[in-house]
T-cell receptor
Framework: AQSVAQPEDQVNVAEGNPLTVKCTYS??????LFWYVQYPNRGLQFLLK??????LVKGSYGFEAEFNKSQTSFHLKKPSALVSDSALYFC??????????????FGRGTQLTVWP | GAVVSQHPSRVICKSGTSVKIECRSL??????MFWYRQFPKQSLMLMAT?????????EQGVEKDKFLINHASLTLSTLTVTSAHPEDSSFYIC????????????FGPGTRLTVL
């Protein structure tokens, strides 16, 4: 069964420090991987995705994520956090094949708080 | 990134009435559109998937007669909550993507429905 795990409900980090939001997945085959961010009472904004190629993916607002096939992980990172990065972050995976082709599976979300 | 709009952003209605929510892809043709429901501090729950010109595919447990979805064109999908009740109060988010399996899924800003 396809699943996405975000093991931390909450991540707190000081402004200027590096941040990591963790994501692991369980999907048959080679999935497509995505990160989205959600601000209060808003929809999800796309940050980045991994399709193929270089395992390190760079996205919007200085975020990047590293695809690790052996660990089935796709952790989101940023070298220097900003207070404005405080939001809810979702990891998502999509099947490349099978009957659920096209469906996104979401993690439960990680609330990132960056304090000044 | 591509833009998905949703209207209205907020609606309050009386129990027993019907509410229609519109979702539009503004700068791309959305072969597939999705409707999600989100409860406070929780992840997104997929309600249904629709392809342009076809009937929507509903997730298990979602009443298709209560949540009517129409994907009439490549840029417009509507969700109608029929005979709304207070338990239908929620945050509804639409999403859209093009036909390729690797394409990014873009999200609307969401609609806050409150049923009195």
């Amino acid at each position: 069964a396809q699943s996405v795990a975000q093991p931390e409900d909450q991540v707190n980090v000081a402004e200027g420090n590096p941040l990591t939001v963790k994501c692991t997945y369980s999907v048959s085959g080679n999935p497509y991987l995505f990160w989205y961010v959600q601000y209060p009472n808003r929809g999800l904004q796309f940050l980045l995705k991994y399709i193929t190629g270089d395992n390190l993916v760079k996205g919007s607002y200085g975020f990047e994520a590293e695809f690790n096939k052996s660990q089935t992980s796709f952790h989101l990172k940023k070298p220097s956090a900003l207070v404005s990065d405080s939001a809810l972050y979702f990891c998502a995976v999509r099947d490349r094949e099978g009957s659920t082709l096209g469906r996104l599976y979401f993690g439960r979300g990680t609330q990132l708080t960056v304090w000044p | 990134g591509a833009v998905v709009s949703q209207h209205p952003s907020r609606v309050i209605c009386k129990s027993g009435t019907s509410v229609k929510i519109e979702c539009r892809s503004l700068d791309f043709q959305a072969t597939t559109m999705f409707w999600y429901r989100q409860f406070p501090k929780q992840s997104l729950m997929l309600m249904a998937t629709s392809n342009e010109g076809s009937k929507a595919t509903y997730e298990q447990g979602v009443e298709k007669d209560k949540f009517l979805i129409n994907h009439a064109s490549l840029t417009l999908s509507t969700l109608t909550v029929t005979s709304a009740h207070p338990e239908d109060s929620s945050f509804y988010i639409c999403s859209a993507r093009t036909g390729t399996s690797a394409s990014t899924q873009y999200f609307g800003p969401g609609t806050r429905l409150t049923v009195l």
